[in-house]
């Protein structure tokens, strides 16, 4: 009688084990999300205004160097089969509150390096 009961409890757990995809999970976004295309409107000498003009307000604002700006977007899947999980970065430099330098995970154009018109 122990045995049945025990086969029929581990039979029951990985039953339940396989029925894990039934339960919905939504993804979970933080962050900026930046567009390819707003990033490539960013040239060197642009002021912060302008940058928050052209991508909003970055997340985080370094507390020890106010001329480093970090624009971080995450993206935690809910359930697998809708992709991995992802964070893309940002980070713009500024010198006399310009823009310096600009790296992360996205391209820049090709006119980056031509500062605009005053």
């Known amino acids: 009688m122990k045995l049945l009961q025990s086969l029929l409890l581990i039979t029951f757990i990985s039953g339940l084990a396989g029925c894990t995809d039934w339960i919905y999970r939504i993804d979970v976004p933080q962050g900026n999300f930046l567009e390819e295309k707003d990033v490539k409107k960013l040239r060197i000498g642009m ?13 985080v604002k370094d507390s020890f160097n106010h001329d480093t700006w970090y624009y971080v977007y995450d993206m ?43």
């Open 47 to 59: 002021t912060k205004e302008q940058v928050i003009y052209v991508l909003g307000r970055p997340v």
């Open 76 to 118: 935690k899947r809910g359930m697998s089969k809708r992709g991995e999980d992802f964070q893309k970065r940002l980070i713009i430099q500024f010198d006399d509150d310009r823009i310096a330098s600009v790296e992360g995970d996205f391209e820049l154009s090709e006119e980056f390096d031509t500062p605009l018109d005053e």
